[in-house]
């Protein structure tokens, strides 16, 4: 059965789902995308990627040309059409398409598209071995909290990983870590005390890593927000990466070089347990 997307209000089968080629997404990356989780066939934390949609399209002047209530309804019915039981639902929402031109064109209605990914989240291998991270320079814009499509730096930051034998890149801006290709880094110290980069212009505020933080600090678990060098995470007791598409992933080598003993870390595995029950107790 083919795959169904959705088109500017439109379900298509996904061989069908097509755009202008003068959508400016594909012109100047003039859009915002977001991505939810699905497990068990629900969406997880939902609320806080659409209001990080919400919050991206606003820092652009680019108005949603749905209501939030239909983006959700939307993305359920992909799930379902799809019978999606684990991965992700895409959205992607563009300026529009219009003569090319850089300064913003008048009275054209912005694009809409989705698509949904199959992915065993729960199940993950690298859940159990952990991850190899490989370090790059972060080349990217000054605005890293708009969750932009405009996705360059990252691909070429996740490449250069790929090519290394790593799952993961770690992007680093004067010394310290700003956060992964697609996803945020935490550490854990000699002091028991979880450590990820707090938000501002220089990252994207990971709904993922709001609710890890939450859950860690309703567990007792002391939460630091604060910048992280490569030589302090390789002094750490465990390192750890959360995103929509992985959930919460041990990091067992940077660069080639192991964190502690080079395997999956006790507090990174609890609170992956901790996320998924969160996850299934909550998702809609």
Same mark, same amino acid.
């Given at each position: 059965?083919?795959?169904?997307?959705?088109?500017?209000?439109?379900?298509?089968?996904?061989?069908?789902?097509?755009?202008?080629?003068?959508?400016?997404?594909?012109?100047?990356?003039?859009?915002?995308?977001?991505?939810?989780?699905?497990?068990?066939?629900?969406?997880?934390?939902?609320?806080?990627?659409?209001?990080?949609?919400?919050?991206?399209?606003?820092?652009?002047?680019?108005?949603?040309?749905?209501?939030?209530?239909?983006?959700?309804?939307?993305?359920?019915?992909?799930?379902?059409?799809?019978?999606?039981?684990?991965?992700?639902?895409?959205?992607?929402?563009?300026?529009?398409?219009?003569?090319?031109?850089?300064?913003?064109?008048?009275?054209?209605?912005?694009?809409?598209?989705?698509?949904?990914?199959?992915?065993?989240?729960?199940?993950?291998?690298?859940?159990?071995?952990?991850?190899?991270?490989?370090?790059?320079?972060?080349?990217?814009?000054?605005?890293?909290?708009?969750?932009?499509?405009?996705?360059?730096?990252?691909?070429?930051?996740?490449? %250069? $990983?790929? +090519? !290394?034998?790593?799952?993961? =890149?770690?992007?680093?801006?004067?010394? *310290? #870590? /700003?956060?992964? &290709?697609?996803?945020?880094?935490?550490?854990?110290?000699?002091?028991?005390?979880?450590?990820?980069?707090?938000?501002?212009?220089?990252?994207?505020?990971?709904?993922?890593?709001?609710?890890?933080?939450?859950?860690?600090?309703?567990?007792?678990?002391?939460?630091?927000?604060?910048?992280?060098?490569?030589?302090?995470?390789? %002094? $750490?007791? +465990? !390192?750890?990466?959360?995103? =929509?598409?992985?959930?919460?992933?041990? *990091? #067992? /080598?940077?660069? &080639?070089?192991?964190?502690?003993?080079?395997?999956?870390?006790?507090?990174?595995?609890?609170?992956?347990?901790?996320?998924?029950?969160?996850?299934?107790?909550?998702?809609?």
């Amino acid at each position: 059965m083919s795959r169904i997307a959705y088109v500017n209000g439109a379900f298509v089968p996904l061989e069908e789902a097509s755009i202008s080629i003068l959508d400016r997404g594909f012109l100047f990356a003039d859009g915002i995308y977001e991505v939810s989780a699905v497990l068990d066939g629900k969406l997880v934390d939902n609320e806080a990627h659409l209001a990080r949609l919400q919050r991206s399209v606003g820092e652009i002047a680019l108005e949603l040309p749905e209501t939030l209530a239909r983006i959700e309804e939307i993305q359920k019915e992909l799930v379902a059409r799809n019978r999606l039981a684990s991965g992700m639902v895409y959205m992607q929402v563009t300026r529009g398409a219009a003569d090319r031109d850089f300064a913003f064109p008048r009275g054209v209605k912005p694009t809409l598209v989705m698509f949904t990914q199959e992915k065993d989240i729960v199940n993950a291998p690298a859940a159990k071995t952990g991850i190899a991270v490989k370090t790059v320079p972060d080349i990217r814009w000054a605005r890293r909290d708009i969750k932009s499509v405009a996705l360059l730096a990252q691909v070429l930051a996740k490449q %250069a $990983a790929a +090519e !290394a034998g790593c799952q993961e =890149a770690w992007m680093i801006e004067d010394g *310290v #870590v /700003t956060e992964g &290709g697609s996803s945020s880094a935490f550490i854990l110290t000699a002091g028991d005390v979880l450590v990820t980069r707090p938000n501002s212009n220089a990252i994207l505020p990971g709904c993922t890593r709001k609710a890890v933080m939450a859950l860690a600090e309703e567990r007792q678990i002391r939460v630091e927000e604060r910048t992280f060098s490569i030589d302090e995470a390789l %002094a $750490a007791k +465990e !390192a750890f990466i959360t995103s =929509a598409s992985s959930f919460v992933q041990p *990091v #067992v /080598t940077i660069d &080639g070089r192991p964190v502690a003993d080079g395997r999956p870390g006790p507090v990174a595995t609890r609170l992956r347990e901790i996320y998924i029950d969160f996850a299934r107790a909550t998702g809609r």
